[in-house]
């Protein structure tokens, strides 16, 4: 459900900087999207202090570097 039809690895006309290794890994991008959700929940429930919001930061951040890391080129 996340990838339009006419994006995948090859057909894309457009800029990206998603490596290849996203579109041969799936199952991976698909956990991590699964962690960013849990992360996307824990800083929603978080909400409302500051002290909340400032600890559940750092796993949202995580969740992100991890995927970029992984399967983003650098600029």
């Given at each position: ?8 690895a090859?057909?894309?006309a ?26 996307a ?10 002290e ?10 995580g ?12 600029q």
């Amino acid at each position: 459900g996340y990838w339009v039809p006419g994006t995948e690895a090859g057909t894309f006309a457009g800029e990206t900087r998603a490596l290849p290794a996203l579109w041969a890994n799936i199952e991976d991008v698909m956990a991590k999207g699964a962690t960013l959700n849990a992360a996307a929940l824990a800083m929603q429930a978080a909400a409302g202090t500051l002290e909340g919001v400032q600890g559940a930061i750092g796993a949202m951040g995580g969740t992100c570097a991890a995927c970029h890391e992984a399967y983003r080129q650098a600029q």
